[in-house]
């Protein structure tokens, strides 16, 4: 492991000691810091605007520090709004609709009618895009592909704005969500004839996650006690965001929803499921600092770069 991923987590261990949770918030808020820094000074009040009809803004605001500046301000705002989508997965007035919560039940499923809408939309989040042995299950729909085009044509429309503003937070989630390998793909085995959803029926033990789904989820860094405040992600996320790369001009872009599903579903074939997993449902060992280890945190960097540079170039030339 290079000397500067260590500093990197240090200074993320000191911030946040205990981690329990996902990608959502330090990926997520990675992503939006990443894009944030691109977005055009028109785009960046346009996009402030919108955020204060989110019914959670007031909430945001009040975290924001005294004396931070109006560009830190509105900066970390958009930050915290990465999160919203997975935020209302714990707000007791959403629900979930269908029997299964993860899969699409009828037309509620495909709504996009803003704020009132208090469905979770947990199917929202992935795309399962099936491989592997046997006969391969369809691919469910809505999923996030469907819903970022549904979004991003909304917000290049004239709708009224309340719609955007629910459209835009989905938005600054989902695209993170795709760039994740285990969010485009399911992998289908004797054991698992409808798929492993994701790598989250893949177990493992030792010092990784539960699963291999929450190990690439974790990552960018996992939520803590103090993620409850959402500053302490929020600068967490800056740190991770500081250090990445960035992608190549024509990478960034590519702003074709189906392309970057294929290079999710692509990289989860190569890189993910690769030794030390095998082709069963485990228990497996990710040992710290591995060969796997160091893969997965360099691609991890290099999808949060992209996405982030792609959720930009989405808001700087469709935005309205």
């Given at each position: 492991?290079?000397r500067w991923?260590i500093?990197?987590?240090?200074?993320?261990?000191?911030l946040?000691p205990?981690a329990?949770?996902?990608?959502g918030?330090?990926?997520?808020?990675?992503v939006d810091?990443?894009a944030?820094?691109?977005?055009?000074?028109v785009v960046?009040?346009?996009?402030?605007a919108?955020?204060?009809?989110?019914?959670?803004?007031a909430?945001?605001?009040?975290?924001?520090p005294?004396?931070?500046?109006?560009?830190?301000?509105?900066?970390?705002?958009?930050?915290?709004?990465?999160t919203?989508?997975d935020?209302?997965?714990?707000?007791?007035n959403y629900?979930?609709?269908?029997?299964?919560?993860?899969t699409?039940?009828?037309?509620s499923s495909?709504?996009?009618?803003?704020?009132?809408?208090?469905f979770?939309h947990?199917?929202w989040h992935f795309?399962d895009?099936?491989?592997?042995?046997g006969t391969?299950p369809?691919i469910?729909?809505?999923n996030?592909e469907?819903?970022?085009?549904?979004f991003r044509?909304?917000?290049?429309?004239?709708e009224p704005?309340?719609?955007k503003?629910?459209?835009?937070?989905?938005?600054l989630?989902?695209?993170?969500?795709?760039?994740?390998?285990?969010?485009?793909?399911?992998r289908?085995?004797?054991?698992?004839?409808?798929g492993?959803a994701?790598g989250?029926?893949?177990?493992l033990v030792?010092?990784a996650d539960?699963?291999?789904?929450?190990?690439?989820?974790d990552l960018?860094?996992?939520?803590c006690?103090?993620?409850?405040?959402?500053?302490?992600?929020?600068?967490?996320?800056?740190v991770?965001?500081?250090h990445?790369?960035?992608p190549?001009?024509?990478?960034?872009?590519?702003?074709?929803?189906?392309?970057?599903?294929?290079?999710?579903?692509?990289?989860?074939?190569?890189d993910?499921y690769?030794?030390?997993?095998?082709?069963?449902?485990?228990?497996?060992t990710?040992?710290?600092?591995s060969v796997y280890?160091q893969s997965?945190?360099?691609?991890?960097?290099r999808?949060i770069?992209?996405?982030?540079?792609?959720?930009?170039?989405?808001l700087?030339?469709e935005l309205k």
């Amino acid at each position: 492991m290079g000397r500067w991923r260590i500093l990197v987590l240090g200074i993320l261990v000191a911030l946040c000691p205990v981690a329990s949770e996902a990608w959502g918030p330090i990926g997520h808020m990675a992503v939006d810091y990443v894009a944030y820094l691109r977005l055009t000074p028109v785009v960046k009040a346009r996009v402030a605007a919108l955020l204060k009809l989110n019914p959670d803004y007031a909430a945001w605001e009040k975290q924001v520090p005294a004396g931070a500046s109006a560009e830190e301000h509105d900066r970390w705002i958009f930050m915290m709004a990465a999160t919203w989508a997975d935020d209302i997965k714990g707000e007791s007035n959403y629900s979930d609709d269908g029997p299964d919560v993860n899969t699409p039940d009828g037309a509620s499923s495909s709504q996009n009618i803003g704020y009132t809408d208090l469905f979770r939309h947990r199917y929202w989040h992935f795309v399962d895009v099936p491989f592997g042995h046997g006969t391969l299950p369809p691919i469910p729909t809505p999923n996030v592909e469907t819903q970022i085009a549904a979004f991003r044509k909304v917000l290049a429309s004239g709708e009224p704005d309340e719609l955007k503003s629910y459209d835009l937070v989905w938005l600054l989630h989902l695209v993170g969500d795709v760039h994740q390998p285990l969010h485009a793909t399911t992998r289908v085995s004797e054991a698992d004839p409808k798929g492993d959803a994701g790598g989250n029926f893949v177990k493992l033990v030792g010092d990784a996650d539960s699963n291999l789904h929450a190990y690439w989820d974790d990552l960018p860094g996992s939520e803590c006690s103090y993620c409850a405040k959402k500053i302490p992600c929020v600068q967490r996320a800056e740190v991770f965001g500081k250090h990445v790369s960035l992608p190549l001009a024509r990478s960034a872009r590519n702003l074709d929803t189906a392309a970057w599903v294929k290079e999710s579903f692509g990289a989860a074939k190569t890189d993910v499921y690769r030794a030390p997993i095998g082709a069963v449902d485990g228990p497996y060992t990710i040992v710290p600092q591995s060969v796997y280890e160091q893969s997965a945190y360099r691609l991890a960097q290099r999808r949060i770069a992209l996405a982030g540079a792609r959720l930009a170039a989405v808001l700087n030339a469709e935005l309205k």
